[in-house]
């Protein structure tokens, strides 16, 4: 039988013991009904898996007997930087991409974006997409939920020192080219998509000046939210294909 899995804060996790918030105790509790000695497996916010013995104490549920298990996550990190599109779509992405393993979502403003966020709602915004991220690594038995960061503008991030060491990816419904590694290859990959709008001319031209390579997903016009999770998936199969091909190579040099 698969064990539930929940999600407990790392600041939550003393002495080999693991105190379940509010939210994860009640499901746990009343939802799933599981009993006091049961497995389960928990995962913190660090990336690290846990199993244990579930222990009830009122309201409260604790997991104790820690034990930690292996990660399975990418040997590379994929940052997906995607333009703000309607709530019910971006949501729809974010819980995709979690499960797909990308390691960084950045919300993005674009010029050609119809959504806006204000100051006052960012927080309460952020909150719920956390919420679904973390359900979803919950879900599909990621280690960690991605990383998710405030609505950043295009511009700012052409401009992140912290990005500059990534491979970079622009994907344009007009280019005509799909995405092919191409010498070195960073172990951090940031996969930038647009709005419904597209890109502006002048965003594409800032980012090739930045250093993106700019690249098609096919024939096709995707909606935002597909063109994303194509993007992830054709990343990851041609740097996995890359991965398998150096093996068979290195595999096939005659022994000294």
């Known amino acids: 039988m698969t064990r539930r899995r929940f999600y407990v804060p790392r600041d939550s996790i003393r002495n080999g013991v693991a105190?379940?918030?509010?939210?994860?105790?009640h499901h746990l509790r009343d939802v799933l009904r599981v009993k006091a000695g049961d497995m389960v497996e928990i995962f913190d916010d660090s990336g690290t898996g846990y199993t244990g013995e579930v222990e009830l104490h009122g309201s409260e549920v604790f997991v104790q007997k820690l034990e930690s298990i292996p990660s399975l996550e990418f040997p590379f990190r994929l940052i997906l930087a995607a333009a703000l599109i309607k709530s019910a779509k971006?949501?729809?992405?974010?819980?995709?991409?979690?499960?797909?393993?990308?390691?960084?979502?950045?919300?993005?403003?674009?010029r050609l974006s119809e959504i806006r966020i204000t100051d006052e709602k960012i927080e309460d915004r952020k909150e719920r997409w956390q919420r679904i991220v973390r359900e979803a690594a919950k879900q599909c038995k990621r280690p960690a939920a991605p990383r998710l960061e405030k609505p950043l503008d295009f511009s700012a991030l052409l401009a992140a020192e912290e990005i500059s060491q990534c491979t970079k990816i622009l994907?344009?419904?007009k280019a005509a080219e799909p995405w092919q590694p191409k010498g070195s290859l960073s172990d951090r990959i940031i996969l930038c998509i647009g709005p419904e709008g597209g890109w502006e001319q002048s965003e594409i031209e800032q980012a090739g000046k930045a250093g993106y390579q700019i690249c098609g997903l096919g024939p096709w016009t995707l909606r935002a939210?597909?063109?994303a999770i194509a993007a992830i998936s054709i990343v990851q199969h041609q740097i996995q294909l890359l991965r398998s091909q150096e093996q068979e190579a290195r595999s096939q040099r005659?022994?000294?």
């Open 225 to 227: 939210e597909t063109a």
């Open 90 to 110: 971006f949501e729809w992405m974010l819980q995709k991409a979690t499960e797909l393993g990308v390691d960084r979502i950045i919300p993005l403003k674009t």
């Open 254 to 256: 005659p022994t000294s």
């Open 19 to 25: 105190a379940l918030p509010p939210t994860e105790a």
């Open 171 to 173: 994907f344009h419904e």
